[in-house]
């Protein structure tokens, strides 16, 4: 059982930076492949980045290439996303998941595929 927390979001100014960080509990999370989703209202779900347990394989949506950053510190049991350059369209909440057992960069795209997530934390860009 793994449980996952983030925090990091708030309110920026669009072009501003935030760093998320998703941070997990229960044994075995350095074998987890994690990812980051988000959600605005009225929408579905959408895959924003993923990371495998090793940090040597990414996925990242082609909306937020060049713009976000994922990366993980295995021995703290968090993953981060580093969001630079925010747009208005990045506003939304934001959760991590993580799914233990082999990473798949076509599978990693999906929510379905993640056993576990977070409760979410609010990211707002203002103009």
């Known amino acids: 059982q793994v449980q996952l927390v983030e925090s990091g979001g708030g309110l920026v100014q669009a072009g501003g930076s935030l760093r998320l960080s998703c941070l997990a509990s229960?044994?075995?999370?350095?074998?987890?492949?994690v990812g980051w989703f988000r959600q605005a209202p009225g929408k579905e779900r959408e895959f924003v980045s993923a990371?495998?347990?090793?940090?040597?394989?990414?996925a990242a949506a082609n909306s937020v290439k060049g713009r976000f950053t994922i990366s993980r510190d295995n021995a703290k049991s968090s993953v981060y996303l580093q969001m630079s350059s925010l747009k208005l369209e990045d506003t939304a909440v934001y959760y991590c998941?993580?799914?233990?057992?082999?990473?798949?960069?076509?599978?990693?795209?999906?929510?379905?595929?993640?056993?576990?997530w977070g409760q979410g934390t609010q990211v707002t860009v203002s103009s």
């Open positions: 990371i495998s347990w090793t940090g040597g394989n990414i």
């Open positions: 998941a993580a799914r233990s057992g082999v990473y798949n960069p076509s599978n990693a795209r999906r929510p379905s595929w993640y056993e576990y």
């Open positions: 229960g044994r075995n999370f350095p074998s987890y492949a």
